[in-house]
């Protein structure tokens, strides 16, 4: 009979979700440094990891500060993006009609580079907020309505057709059927889509703000100081890493039955 393989201590922090990215970030962090030591790279090309914590360490207040305005329009255009998304999604695989006239033209709209419009929500809707949330939203959106699709189309026939013999109605079968057999792809949308609501903010923030990493990254651009430009990018990562994980963990509250939440054992023969 198979029997459990005995962990030690030190196997099972190695074996730790946030062990391994952290070792492979300390490797990259050396990596960088080695490269800029060996090649002897000028501080005007890209800074030292030294020079960016240095930054990091006497801007933290500041950054913080700069960090909440995108936090918030990125939030807000992702909970839009999953709000009109998944609806979206349920009319597209429901009806072919409005597949065929809804579908193409979501396509069509991925291939508008989203820097080229944003000025124009900033004409619109002036210098606050609401330009922010719109192009997180935009590139939040599409993923969410893709997954879901995927997801919706998915759904067994026969599962459907044994829960309407049951005498279930329209609104039961899709809580009991439709709606948990999609949520794996409707999670995998929404994580992919949280990620890019980052980019579109910051990418409002570029064409028209006064704060935000984005004001932070463009100010450093402008005046070449790349350890500040390297920081603002430090923490647009820890933003997309910590809301992907917030999603991850909204997923396995969900559906802790789906077959990607199940811990791995290992087994010894």
């Avoid at 305005?69 to 429901?94: K, Q």
């Avoid at 939203?137 to 879901?148: D, I, M, T």
Wanted: charged content about 10%; some cysteine; overall charge positive.
């Amino acid at each position: 009979m198979a029997e459990l393989k005995p962990q030690g201590a030190v196997s099972k922090m190695l074996n730790a979700a946030w062990v391994r990215p952290f070792l492979f970030l300390v490797f990259i962090v050396v990596a960088w440094d080695l490269a800029i030591r060996l090649f002897k790279i000028p501080a005007y090309q890209i800074p030292s990891p030294a020079d960016v914590v240095a930054v990091l360490r006497s801007d933290w207040p500041e950054l913080l500060r700069q960090c909440w305005p995108t936090t918030y329009a990125t939030v807000c255009g992702f909970l839009l993006s999953a709000l009109f998304g998944i609806p979206v999604a349920m009319l597209i695989a429901g009806s072919k009609t409005v597949e065929s006239y809804v579908y193409p033209l979501l396509v069509f709209s991925q291939s508008v580079p989203k820097i080229a419009i944003a000025p124009l929500f900033v004409v619109w809707f002036g210098f606050g907020i609401i330009p922010k949330v719109i192009s997180a939203f935009l590139l939040g959106f599409f993923p969410v309505v893709v997954s879901a699709v995927q997801g919706f189309k998915s759904v067994d026939p026969d599962m459907v057709d044994l829960a309407r013999a049951m005498q279930g109605s329209r609104f039961q079968v899709f809580c009991a059927v439709n709606l948990p057999h999609a949520l794996p792809a409707i999670f995998s949308g929404l994580k992919v889509s949280v990620t890019l609501a980052v980019v579109g903010a910051v990418v409002g923030e570029f064409v028209g703000s006064n704060s935000g990493i984005g004001y932070v990254m463009q100010r450093s651009i402008g005046t070449f100081d790349l350890p500040t430009m390297f920081a603002a990018l430090v923490i647009l990562a820890l933003l997309g890493v910590i809301l992907f994980w917030i999603v991850d963990r909204i997923e396995k509250l969900i559906i802790p039955w789906h077959v990607s939440q199940r811990e791995d054992v290992i087994f010894a023969s």
